[in-house]
T-cell receptor, first 117, second 113 residues
């Protein structure tokens, strides 16, 4: 069964520094897709970045990047030059992609990031 | 960006009553999802759909039904609402065939008293 685990409940950093949030996943599928989402204080859930399992290059979007370590089933989210407005809850998610996959999109419990001035 | 609209945004229901949460998406996505979010549990999948006419059980389907009458609409139905179903519910849509991401609605806060 697929599973996503985020072990860091909360992280606090100083503005303009770099933060890494951890995520490990379990799947028996050789093809899968990994996502990071951000939930703002208003409750809105926003897509940030994705990594497809067959791609070796780490994805980068703006000041978000991923550290994809396939042998360790790990997909870390890196935020560089953090800003106050990056304060939010960050969710890691996975969808299996092989033949016969269920189409389920499963989430971790989330990591709360607080960026201090 | 995909538009996913949930209604109502807030709902107070009576125990034992029927509640219907509605979701509409305008990007012709095949896949739609209903999640509930509770403190300490993250986002848990209730039901999902591959397309019009299909519904599948997620990880916590008990006490909920789903209906996908069209490509655009996906409803979550609580036939006999209970206080334990007090939560924030999110609808989402995406299209795996086109390798899109999943986009979320703004959520519905349901309180069952």
């Amino acid at each position: 069964a697929q599973k996503v685990t985020q072990t860091q409940t909360s992280i606090s950093v100083v503005e303009k520094t770099t933060v890494t949030m951890d995520c490990v996943y379990e799947t028996r599928d050789s093809s899968y897709f990994l996502f990071w989402y951000k939930q703002t204080a208003s409750g809105e859930i926003v897509f940030l970045i994705r990594q497809d399992s067959y791609k070796k290059e780490n994805a980068t979007v703006g000041h978000y990047s991923l550290n994809f370590q396939k042998p360790k089933s790990s997909i870390g989210l890196i935020i560089t030059a953090t800003q106050i407005e990056d304060s939010a809850v960050y969710f890691c998610a996975m969808r299996e992609g092989g033949a016969g996959n269920t189409g389920k999109l499963i989430f971790g419990l989330g990591t709360t990031l607080q960026v201090q001035p | 960006e995909a538009a996913v609209t949930q209604s109502p945004r807030n709902k107070v229901a009576v125990t034992g009553g029927k509640v219907t949460l509605s979701c509409n998406q305008t990007n012709n996505h095949n896949n739609m999802y209903w999640y509930r979010q509770d403190t300490g549990h993250g986002l848990r999948l209730i039901h999902y759909s591959y397309g019009a006419g299909s519904t599948e059980k997620g990880d916590i389907p008990d006490g909920y039904k789903a209906s996908r009458p069209s490509q655009e609409n996906f409803s979550l139905i609580l036939e006999l609402a209970t206080p334990s179903q007090t939560s924030v519910y999110f609808c989402a849509s995406g299209d795996w065939d086109r390798y899109t991401e999943v986009f979320f609605g703004k959520g519905t806060r349901l309180t069952v008293v």
